[in-house]
Nanobody, 120 residues
C-alpha cells in the first residue's frame, strides 16, 4: 500500500501561515485530500484535489484561507494555510479520497501526521 508522510507543521501565532507537504511513496493516480484531528475530536476532512490538479474543494471554515496543490512529478501534495486561527490547531494528515468528489479517505493506513498549533 502507498505510504504517506506529512511534514511542515509547527507553532504559529494567529494570522500566521504554514505550508504542509505530503509525500507519497509512489504515484497513486487518486484524488488526494487533507484531513485534521483536533484534540478530543474526530478526524475531519479539510480539502481535496483531483489527480490532474485542476479541481479543488474546501470545507467552509478554511475556504479563502487554505490552498491545496500538488506536484505529480514529486508525488507530493501541499496545503498552504494562511490567516491561521486557533481553531485550526490539529494534527494534519493526508490520504487519498474515494473519488474526486468524495471526502471519505481511501487508504486504511495513515501517516504520522504533522502537528499544527496556532496560538491566540
Amino acid at each position: 500500500q502507498v505510504q504517506l508522510q506529512e511534514s511542515g507543521g509547527g507553532l504559529v501565532q494567529a494570522g500566521g501561515s504554514l505550508r504542509l507537504s505530503c509525500v507519497a511513496s509512489r504515484r497513486t493516480g487518486y484524488a488526494m485530500g487533507w484531513f485534521r484531528q483536533a484534540p478530543g475530536k474526530e478526524r475531519e476532512f479539510v480539502a481535496r484535489i483531483n489527480y490532474s490538479g485542476d479541481r479543488t474543494y474546501y470545507i467552509d471554515s478554511v475556504k479563502g484561507r487554505f490552498t491545496i496543490s500538488k506536484d505529480n512529478a514529486k508525488n507530493t501534495i501541499y496545503l498552504q494555510m494562511n490567516s491561521l486561527k486557533p481553531e485550526d490547531t490539529a494534527v494534519y494528515y493526508c490520504n487519498a479520497v474515494q473519488s474526486p468528489v468524495s471526502d471519505i479517505p481511501l487508504l486504511t493506513s495513515w501517516g504520522q501526521g504533522t502537528q499544527v498549533t496556532v496560538s491566540a
